[in-house]
């Protein structure tokens, strides 16, 4: 038999009851708004008991010393949330001030209606069950707005087979241009460049070498009219970039570039374990890395592909085994892969099922990651890699960098080799600042009061329309920007030519063809 309450017992609640039906007539009036309620704050008011107490968003706990979950209170702001006094002020009605006439006493002269209260104040006040769904639909419908659709890569690849044909006339041989980086790996978007690689497809001949075919290429693109702004770059790896008219996408081409294309690969890989969220973070951390000015390898902070490499690493850090496992020491007896003299194997073996283990939402893991690397990961001593599952400590000629992150194969390049110590810390100060932005809702009940959204009688699984969500997201990452600029960028020699000042400064070299 299930207990009953006695009489006794019963009588508080029926009276609460009726309180909670009786708060809305309540008249609001200047004075009892302005002074932050004695009413509210009263110990006799029955609706103080259901006051909730500020809670703290639970997200990923690493391997690395420090646990979040003791860390947490210290750094995280509290988040509002929503009371029944707060419900009960939004019914609230203004205070109607009548005027009689002075000499005969029934006359009404006037009418004045004081603006004492705000219509969404209470109705714009999110909690952190709303915060949480609300960012993730931010998210999500942010990379369906900007990843690479099925048609825009198919057109891509038309205007690759027409440059194939063009080319392979011009060198008269057959050539492949091979579509490596953000395109191929599943984090791109519609207005990430396009990288190319060349490779002669019955084999280079002898003469062949980097600046001797970029210089080539850069010449044989003149006979093209739909190409424009083309223009060779004299780099470690020289590259020709170039646009077609109809299209903003720069489109960059280099010679046998096979490891970039081999790291696309593996990339893509990584993606097929989770497509539900390891896409949708990598895409939502490129936008974030753009809007703080810490995105451009070439101004000092950090490439996309570095951010990429970085999410990976914090992923397969995730206690107590990893949302995504390490793919080059899973390699299933496949044996070593070779390619310009380092060792490209991995495995492609893929278990969906794995990441269903963890509950954590795209809203989650991107605040651990900030958290992961702005408080918790040693740059000073370590360094982010995805090719082994134990921990790396910088290597002796790598202790000068600021930063260190390993590129999967080509293990003696840094990928952060031109980050200074104070990009460092601004890159460091980005991160704590987004915590803060993103852990506050009061910026979403600021936004949604300014754009006459009322989230009263909505639920956690509340939708706001695809033009309000993109304007929240962007006023969002708005507020994430520091005032201060990111450092200055150390200089970088390198030489760009035009295609005119190529052709006209360099030697007719057909005979090399013969």
Excluded at 480 to 503: E, G
């Amino acid at each position: 038999m299930a207990p009953t309450l006695d009489a006794t017992e019963q009588k508080p609640q029926k009276q609460r009851k009726k309180l909670v039906c009786q708060r809305p007539t309540v008249v609001a009036t200047a004075e009892n708004l302005g002074k932050k309620g004695k009413a509210n704050n009263s110990s006799s008011d029955p609706l103080k008991a259901q006051t909730q107490k500020p809670q703290f968003y639970p997200l990923p706990i690493h391997r690395f010393p420090g646990s979040f979950a003791g860390n947490t209170a210290s750094f995280l702001p509290p988040l509002r949330m929503a009371t029944l006094s707060d419900v009960g002020m939004s019914f609230c009605l203004p205070k109607v001030s009548l005027t009689n006439s002075p000499t005969g006493g029934h006359a009404l002269v006037s009418m004045v209606i004081t603006p004492t209260y705000n219509p969404h104040y209470a109705s714009c006040k999110v909690n952190n069950g709303q915060m949480k769904t609300l960012m993730n639909k931010i998210m999500m419908k942010h990379y369906e707005k900007n990843k690479v659709a099925e048609d825009f890569l198919q057109e891509i690849e038309r205007k690759i087979f027409s440059l194939e044909i063009h080319f392979s006339k011009c060198f008269q041989t057959a050539i492949k241009l091979q579509l490596y980086g953000s395109m191929l790996n599943g984090f791109g978007t519609t207005n990430c460049d396009v990288d190319l690689s060349f490779v002669f497809a019955e084999g280079a001949p002898s003469w062949a070498t980097s600046d001797v075919v970029m210089r080539f290429v850069s010449k044989y693109l003149v006979d093209l009219p739909n190409v424009i702004d083309a223009r060779y770059i004299s780099a470690k790896v020289p590259i020709v970039r170039f646009r077609f008219q109809d299209s903003d996408i720069d489109i960059d081409i280099s010679y046998n570039n096979m490891l970039a294309l081999h790291n696309s690969y593996l990339l893509k890989q990584y993606t097929y374990w989770d497509q539900r969220r390891i896409p949708i973070l990598g895409v939502f951390i490129k936008k974030w890395a753009k809007i703080n000015h810490i995105g451009d390898a070439s101004q000092g902070s950090l490439s996309s592909y570095a951010w990429i490499i970085m999410l990976l690493y914090y992923l397969q850090t995730l206690r107590p085994f990893g949302l995504i496992p390490v793919l080059q020491e899973s390699q299933s007896g496949t044996g070593p892969r070779v390619v310009h003299g380092w060792n490209v194997a991995y495995s492609l073996y893929v278990d969906p099922s794995h990441c269903s283990k963890f509950n954590g939402s795209v809203y989650d893991l991107f605040l651990g990651f900030l958290h992961f690397y702005a408080n918790q990961f040693n740059f000073a001593d370590l360094m982010v890699q995805i090719a082994y599952h134990r921990i790396q400590p910088k290597p002796p000629n790598w202790k000068k960098f600021a930063m260190a992150i390993e590129d999967p194969f080509e293990k003696t390049h840094n990928l952060a080799q031109g980050i200074s110590e104070q990009m460092l810390t601004h890159i460091r100060s980005c991160m704590l600042n987004t915590i803060s932005v993103f852990m506050n809702a009061e910026h979403i009940s600021t936004f949604c009061s300014a754009n006459d959204v009322n989230l009263m009688f909505i639920e956690e699984s509340f939708n706001l329309n695809e033009e309000l969500l993109g304007k929240l997201g962007e006023h969002l990452l708005s507020l994430c920007i520091l005032p201060n600029p990111p450092p200055a960028a150390r200089r970088h020699r390198h030489r760009s030519t035009s295609l005119a000042n190529s052709l006209s400064n360099s030697t007719d070299n057909s005979s090399i063809l013969v």
